[in-house]
């Protein structure tokens, strides 16, 4: 029996001592690099993302087939846009807007820097700033991911329609984060969970899912799927008790 022990013990120290990398994202599957966005300041994606398969969304009334990614932490449905300078996102007037650090980002001459997008799956759009530089902070990079899904997309009941989340924030410049109209009258649907506020108040904070319905903050989930390698030391773990058993048997 004292074997038995030693062996569960030790895989679940293995298991303790997994890297948990980018734990707070909602993935890690990033997609595709966009090119023109990894080495750039202040700049956007000329052509819409699409949600694919004839999907949309309405975003404050008006119905979007596709949104534009800019470099400094958001992303807009009219057009593509490029300021810098950090709004409160229920004043903004920039345009219809998903922000997730909107602040000044810069990409470019830094190869660590990069955005990426994935949509792999019909209905979802899922936009990585991976290690992305803050202007004149070019030894702070943050790293942060967000979702938007369709309204034809079915709705896990953990989940919501917008994701946010959020990596390693190192950068100290002021950032707001929510989403809004683009008008500057609030509007009482509109979410602003970050304004004026340093970045690094955001660092690995816990997953933020919103409904498009009064901007209804749904629970993160209660526990997340274990990275590919703690399934596999749980299932190598499992097999040496079982070959132990076997040997032990009379």
């Known amino acids: 029996?004292?074997?038995?022990?030693?062996?569960?013990?030790?895989?679940?120290?293995?298991?303790?001592?997994?890297?948990?990398?980018?734990?707070?994202?909602?993935?890690?599957?990033?997609?595709?690099?966009?090119?023109?966005?990894?080495?750039?300041?202040?700049c956007?994606?000329?052509?819409?993302?699409l949600f694919g398969g004839g999907q949309s969304i309405k975003f404050?009334?008006?119905?979007?087939?596709?949104?534009?990614?800019?470099?400094?932490?958001?992303?807009?449905?009219?057009?593509?846009?490029?300021?810098?300078a950090t709004e409160r996102i229920d004043m903004q007037t920039v345009g219809p807007m998903?922000?997730?650090?909107?602040?000044?980002?810069?990409?470019?001459?830094?190869?660590?820097?990069?955005?990426y997008v994935n949509t792999s799956t019909v209905g979802e759009i899922i936009v990585t700033y991976q290690m992305v530089s803050h202007a004149f902070q070019g030894d702070l990079h943050s790293t942060f991911q967000l979702l938007i899904r369709s309204d034809q997309k079915f709705l896990p009941p953990d989940q919501?329609?917008?994701?946010?989340?959020?990596?390693?924030?190192?950068?100290?410049?002021?950032?707001?984060?929510?989403?809004?109209?683009?008008?500057?009258t609030v509007n009482p649907r509109e979410v602003s969970f970050a304004s004026n506020s340093p970045g690094t108040t955001l660092s690995n904070s816990a997953p933020r899912?919103?409904?498009?319905?009064?901007?209804?903050?749904?629970?993160?989930?209660?526990?997340?799927?274990?990275?590919?390698?703690?399934?596999?030391?749980?299932?190598?773990a499992i097999a040496v008790l079982a070959a132990r058993r076997r040997r032990q048997r009379p």
């Open 1 to 42: 029996m004292g074997t038995i022990f030693r062996t569960i013990f030790t895989a679940i120290v293995a298991l303790a001592w997994v890297p948990t990398a980018n734990a707070g994202l909602f993935t890690n599957n990033f997609g595709t690099a966009i090119v023109d966005l990894s080495d750039c300041d202040d």
């Open 44 to 49: 956007a994606t000329t052509n819409s993302i």
């Open 60 to 84: 404050f009334g008006a119905t979007y087939s596709g949104l534009y990614i800019s470099s400094n932490g958001y992303l807009t449905f009219d057009a593509p846009h490029t300021p810098f």
């Open 98 to 115: 998903i922000a997730g650090l909107f602040t000044d980002l810069d990409t470019s001459n830094d190869a660590s820097s990069n955005v």
């Open 160 to 184: 919501g329609q917008l994701g946010f989340f959020y990596g390693e924030i190192n950068g100290t410049n002021n950032v707001a984060a929510g989403f809004g109209d683009g008008l500057l």
């Open 209 to 236: 899912y919103y409904t498009l319905e009064g901007g209804g903050n749904v629970e993160p989930p209660a526990s997340s799927v274990p990275e590919p390698a703690s399934l596999m030391l749980t299932g190598a």
